[in-house]
């Protein structure tokens, strides 16, 4: 069973600082998405990564694969209110249309 | 922007009742799931769906689950007789090759 871990479960800060959250399993996943879910609603995808060691940056947001493909980690610069939410990693063992196993989520919650 | 729309958003229904949760998944996808969230729990793959049949399916759908594509549009899961701990928010994804998330039908067995 491949099981994906979140650390921290929660973070809260203060606006403007940096933070990273990070995603890791003893699994290889061939690709991982991160998700951000607010309350009652599903899932948004906010990014893929498929190759090992790949960055993919989205606004502020930075997103890396590690290389061996077990682990990822999102990076928040300089956060806004607006990042308050639930962050989940997902991970798809095959590429292609596989079911995910998504990890534990980050509770993050930025204090104005 | 196309989207994935499940439908109700939330359900309530007695113990022991059969309920139907519809999805409309993306019109070029080929590929549909069903997820479920228990309250404070992650969320966790119940079934995948291809070419009008099961592809994968984990333990927790049991023979009291069914998923079903009875058109070129919908997408249901089933189940036939409802448990209390069948309560639980449950998330429709479809895909091309990445998945795409509903809002999620909340499910309240009482």
């Known amino acids: 069973t491949q099981l994906l871990e979140q650390s921290p479960q929660f973070l809260s800060i203060q606006e403007g600082e940096n933070l990273t959250v990070y995603c890791n399993s003893s699994s290889v996943f061939s690709s991982l998405q991160w998700y951000r879910q607010e309350p009652g609603e599903g899932p948004v995808l906010l990014v893929t990564?498929?190759?090992?060691?790949e960055v993919k940056k989205l606004k502020r947001l930075t997103f890396q694969f590690g290389d061996a493909r077990k682990d990822s980690s999102l990076h928040i610069t300089a956060a806004q209110p607006g990042d308050t939410g639930l962050y989940l990693c997902?991970?798809?063992?095959?590429?292609?249309?596989?079911?995910?196993?998504f990890g534990t989520g980050t509770r993050l919650t930025i204090i104005p | 922007e196309p989207e994935v729309t499940q439908t109700p958003s939330h359900q309530v229904t007695q113990m022991g009742q059969e309920v139907i949760l519809r999805c409309v998944p993306i019109?070029?996808?080929?590929?549909f799931y069903w997820y479920r969230q228990i309250l404070g729990q992650k969320v966790e793959f119940l079934v995948s769906?291809?070419?009008?049949?099961?592809?994968?399916k984990s333990e927790i759908f049991d023979d009291q689950f069914s998923v079903e594509r009875p058109d070129g549009s919908n997408f249901t899961l089933k189940i036939r007789s409802t448990k209390l701990e069948d309560s639980a928010m449950y998330f429709c994804?479809?895909?091309?090759?990445?998945?795409?998330f509903g809002a999620g039908t909340r499910l309240s067995v009482l």
């Open positions: 769906f291809y070419n009008n049949e099961i592809s994968e």
């Open positions: 990564v498929v190759t090992g060691g």
């Open positions: 994804a479809s895909s091309f090759t990445i998945q795409y």
């Open positions: 997902a991970g798809a063992p095959d590429f292609g249309n596989e079911k995910l196993t």
């Open positions: 019109s070029n996808h080929l590929y």
